[in-house]
C-alpha cells in the first residue's frame, strides 16, 4: 500500500520565474513566511474575526480576551489602535477590561490624531447601542475620541461634519436622574457645551444651527420642567440592556480574575510574589512553646 503523499501545513506557491506552474516549497522564514502568513489570514478571514470579535459564545469570549490582552501588553499605536477600537466595539466586559487594563477610558485613543474615519465609526458605534446596553467602559473610551475632536468644535467641524442625529446621539445617554458631576454626564455635558460655540470663529448657517440644537440638549436635561424627549427623538432614549452579553466558561473567568489581582511593574509585567505557605507547612514552621518546668510536689502540712 503507497504512503500518503505529505502535504505541507503551509500551500505550496507556484513558481513565478519560469511560468511553468512547478510548484516549489515556500521557506518559513523571512518574506516568504509573511507572504503566507498574509495569506492564510486572508483565506481565513472570516474564522479570525468570528474568533476575535464576535463574542457570541464563551469560546469565542475566551479568543477575544486572550488576543486583549496580547494587544494590551504591546501597547496602542498608530499601527494598531484600529484593532483596539474593535475590541472597544464588542462591547464585552470581560474584553475591555482585559484591553484596558490599567488605562483610563476616556484616554485611550487621547495620544491618536483624530480623523474622519475614527470619528465615524466612534458615533456609529454610539448610535448602535441603546444608553444602558453599552458598556460603561466603552462609552467612555468612545465618547473620549468625539471629545478630542471636536474640543476645537470649528476644527472638528471641517474634520467631519457633525449632524443633528449626532448631537442626539450624544445626548441619549445624559442621565437625567443623576447630577452633573456624574462621570458619564460630566463627559457627555462638556462635549455639547463645546459643540454650542461651533460657529464662533467661521460662522455660517448650518452651524448655528447645530450650535443650538447641542444648547437645546444641554437645557433639557438642566431644566426640571422638561425632560430630554423635549429635545432629543423618543427612540434613541429607550433604555435596553445588552441580551447578547457572553461570558467565559468559570474556570477562565476564575483564572482571569486572580490574574487581575497580581502585582505588575511598570511594564506591565508579573512580579514575583513570595509563596503562601499551606496550611500544613504554617503549622510546621509555627514556633513551638517552651517546654513548661516540671511542677514542684505540693507539701502536706502536719497535723497538729
Known amino acids: 500500500m503507497d504512503a500518503p503523499a505529505y502535504r505541507p501545513l503551509i500551500p505550496e506557491a507556484i513558481d513565478a520565474d519560469n511560468g511553468t506552474g512547478n510548484k516549489r516549497m515556500t521557506q518559513k522564514s523571512g518574506f516568504a513566511a509573511v507572504d503566507n502568513d498574509r495569506r492564510l489570514i486572508k483565506e481565513n478571514a472570516l474564522a479570525i474575526r468570528e474568533a476575535l470579535f464576535s463574542c457570541i459564545t464563551d469560546t469565542q469570549v475566551e479568543c477575544a480576551v486572550g488576543f486583549a490582552?496580547?494587544?494590551?501588553?504591546?501597547?496602542?499605536?498608530?499601527?494598531?489602535?484600529?484593532?483596539?477600537?474593535?475590541?472597544?466595539?464588542?462591547?464585552?466586559?470581560?474584553?475591555?477590561?482585559?484591553?484596558?487594563?490599567?488605562?483610563?477610558?476616556?484616554?485611550?485613543?487621547?495620544?491618536?490624531?483624530?480623523?474622519?474615519?475614527?470619528?465615524?465609526?466612534?458615533?456609529?458605534?454610539?448610535?448602535?447601542?441603546?444608553?444602558?446596553?453599552?458598556?460603561?467602559?466603552?462609552?467612555?473610551?468612545?465618547?473620549?475620541?468625539?471629545?478630542?475632536?471636536?474640543?476645537?468644535?470649528?476644527?472638528?467641524?471641517?474634520?467631519?461634519?457633525?449632524?443633528?442625529?449626532?448631537?442626539?446621539?450624544?445626548?441619549?445617554?445624559?442621565?437625567?436622574?443623576?447630577?452633573?458631576?456624574?462621570?458619564?454626564?460630566?463627559?457627555?455635558?462638556?462635549?455639547?457645551?463645546?459643540?454650542?460655540?461651533?460657529?464662533?470663529?467661521?460662522?455660517?448657517?448650518?452651524?448655528?444651527?447645530?450650535?443650538?440644537?447641542?444648547?437645546?440638549?444641554?437645557?433639557?436635561?438642566?431644566?426640571?420642567?422638561?425632560?430630554?424627549?423635549?429635545?432629543?427623538?423618543?427612540?434613541?432614549?429607550?433604555?435596553?440592556?445588552?441580551r447578547n452579553a457572553a461570558e467565559p466558561e468559570e474556570d477562565f473567568a476564575e483564572l482571569v480574575a486572580k490574574r487581575r489581582l497580581r502585582i505588575r511593574d511598570e511594564r506591565g509585567r508579573f512580579v514575583r510574589e513570595p509563596a503562601v505557605p499551606s496550611p500544613s507547612e504554617a503549622s510546621a514552621a509555627k514556633p513551638k512553646p517552651a517546654n513548661p518546668s516540671p511542677a514542684k510536689p505540693r507539701q502536706r502540712k502536719p497535723k497538729a
Open 69 to 242: 490582552r496580547y494587544l494590551s501588553r504591546a501597547g496602542l499605536n498608530a499601527e494598531n489602535y484600529w484593532l483596539f477600537l474593535r475590541l472597544v466595539v464588542t462591547n464585552n466586559p470581560w474584553v475591555i477590561d482585559e484591553l484596558l487594563h490599567d488605562r483610563e477610558p476616556r484616554l485611550l485613543f487621547s495620544t491618536i490624531q483624530p480623523s474622519a474615519e475614527l470619528v465615524e465609526a466612534s458615533f456609529q458605534a454610539l448610535f448602535s447601542r441603546h444608553p444602558e446596553e453599552i458598556y460603561p467602559k466603552a462609552l467612555e473610551a468612545l465618547l473620549g475620541v468625539v471629545e478630542n475632536a471636536y474640543f476645537d468644535p470649528d476644527d472638528g467641524f471641517r474634520l467631519r461634519r457633525i449632524s443633528i442625529m449626532d448631537i442626539n446621539t450624544l445626548g441619549k445617554f445624559l442621565l437625567k436622574d443623576e447630577p452633573q458631576e456624574h462621570a458619564q454626564n460630566r463627559l457627555v455635558l462638556e462635549i455639547l457645551d463645546r459643540l454650542t460655540h461651533l460657529g464662533e470663529y467661521y460662522g455660517e448657517p448650518d452651524k448655528n444651527v447645530l450650535a443650538k440644537h447641542a444648547f437645546n440638549v444641554r437645557f433639557a436635561y438642566f431644566d426640571r420642567t422638561r425632560d430630554l424627549v423635549d429635545a432629543i427623538p423618543h427612540p434613541l432614549l429607550v433604555r435596553m440592556p445588552d
